[in-house]
């Protein structure tokens, strides 16, 4: 720890990862890594707020968000590892979840109200497939106005929910890898890729260009590397060995 403290030399953040197996509630105010799996409905901030209130640490970040509507792997640091983030944010991604075509929202997702309706019969697998294939590589893409990112000092979601015009400018990103399968109106998909890609956004530009529109219906952080969602924690687990070591 202490040469994390003054980066004497590289650390490995996976001798700091946590699990139930080798819980120790001081060396996790010191610091540690932790994987959860983050409940529907709940921002990425209430749940680092909830780690916090349990284990009394000092510091608590995450590496990276998750929207509310999503489940999964999220990466939370305490203490000293929380000089980890910014390396951990880097690691690529893995997600599952549900294209729903026919309807688009502002947002992309459930978060907002349908506000067109497209057709999709024109649409076939091989058109789809290949589309898919296309994708894979260096893309460019711009994250939605119902985000978290901040143009001029203020959050971008804020600043649409309050009706303003939000401009955000294109970023290049990579898809590792990719696959869908389904029958429309319906697809689920599998998508592997870097860090600062938006899910939502995938749907919205996967359906535009078939001239069609979509958004996303389920979304579930499967994976940050081989870091698997099988192995997180839940809340309930964490909060029994907080409280019991209190």
Known sequence: MEALANNEQPIDWRSF???AANFNLEQ?????????DKPFSWSSFKLVKKV???CKANRVGHAGTLDPLATGLMIICTGKCTKMIETLQGIDKTYTGQFNFGHSTPSHDLETE???TYAYDH???EQIQSLVQSTIGVVYQTPPVYSAIKVNGTRAYKMARQGKTVEIKSRPITIYDFKVNGELPTLQFEVRCSKGTYIRTLTDDFA?????????????RTAIGDLKVEDAWHLEKFEELCRGEI
Do not use: C, H, P
């Open 17 to 19: 990862v946590m699990t």
């Open 28 to 36: 996790l105010r010191l610091g540690a890594v932790l994987i959860f």
């Open 52 to 54: 916090k209130y349990l």
């Open 114 to 116: 349908f506000d067109k």
């Open 123 to 125: 649409i076939n697998e």
């Open 208 to 220: 535009k260009q078939l001239n069609s529109g979509a958004y996303l219906s389920e979304l579930r």
